[in-house]
């Protein structure tokens, strides 16, 4: 099953949120809430549905606007279906805008999804995901983001 998120950050917590002091080796831990909707390429779902999801992170930077991660993925359909998934992504983040306490940026995952109900369409409820994410994060004290 494939998959586009857009999550925004909700909560943060690491050692410090000023993004432009970000080093190689720091270490960042999150809980973000969103929202996802699959899409049709190459047409392997004909039926539009889509998540809220809760995603909790742990991300290690490689560069002060790099990061990879381990992401795991909680959500539930809205709408008529009703199902509920589980993801466990790696991801990669580049910010492309650091100012302060505030930074934007892209991200992308790759990992598997576990559904809790067969959809008619697919063959299995465990499923390969992608996920490309648009990232906005802002600093609201020293050690909390939204």
Known sequence: MVFAALAFGSASWSQNLRF???????REYAVMAGYGVNH??????KDRFSFDILKIRYAVFTSPKTQLALDLTAGNTEGKMNNSALWATTSYRRYFIIRGST??????NFGLLRLRRHISELGTRTNFTEQIGLVLQH????????
């Open 139 to 146: 600093a609201v004290s020293p050690s909390t983001g939204m």
């Open 20 to 26: 432009d002091s970000f080093q190689r080796g720091q």
């Open 103 to 108: 930074a934007v940026g892209f991200d992308f």
């Open 40 to 45: 049709r390429i190459p047409e392997a779902a």
